[in-house]
């Protein structure tokens, strides 16, 4: 999917406006073409719509936090080698395990200056072998 001429594709998934509207404006900047969700819910709905080459995921969301969302793209065939990025206000060292082990790929603490988020991003992707 990472053809130079395809644009890699990103789903984010982050509930308050302004971040969402920042991080979309900067990532389409640096080249992604930019999916946005605003819940779990609607998260998993795109993703198996049109499974983006990476999420990123707040994991305090409405109506489905990003916990639940991602234990359910990575136990739906379609979905499960997408790899996901944690992108959260939660700083606390357990939580970096505990996304690990819900089967998130990495691990950002907001508040994240956008161009980190790209470098992680290009990380995530480059590293990513499919599952």
Same mark, same amino acid.
């Given at each position: ?54 999420? #990123?995921?707040? *994991?305090? !969301? ?7 969302? &991602? /234990? %359910?793209l990575k136990a739906d065939a379609r979905?499960?080698? #997408?790899?996901? *990025?944690? !992108? ?7 939580? &970096? /395990? %505990? ?5 998130f790929n990495g691990f950002l603490t907001?508040?994240? !200056? ?18």
């Open positions: 999917m990472n053809n130079p001429q395809q644009k890699s594709r990103v789903l984010l998934v982050e509930d308050y406006d302004d971040a969402r509207e920042m991080y979309v404006e900067y990532l389409t900047f640096s080249g992604f073409e930019v999916a946005q969700a605003t819940n779990g819910l609607d998260a998993i709905q795109q993703a198996l719509e049109r499974p983006p080459d990476i999420v #990123v995921m707040d *994991l305090s !969301l409405p109506q489905m936090d990003g916990w639940e969302a &991602v /234990r %359910r979905t499960a080698g #997408v790899p996901v *990025l944690a !992108l959260t206000g939660h700083a606390l060292a357990d939580f &970096v /395990r %505990r996304a690990k082990d819900a089967g907001k508040p994240c !200056l956008p161009e980190d988020l790209v470098i992680e991003i290009h990380k995530v992707l480059d590293g990513h072998t499919g599952q």
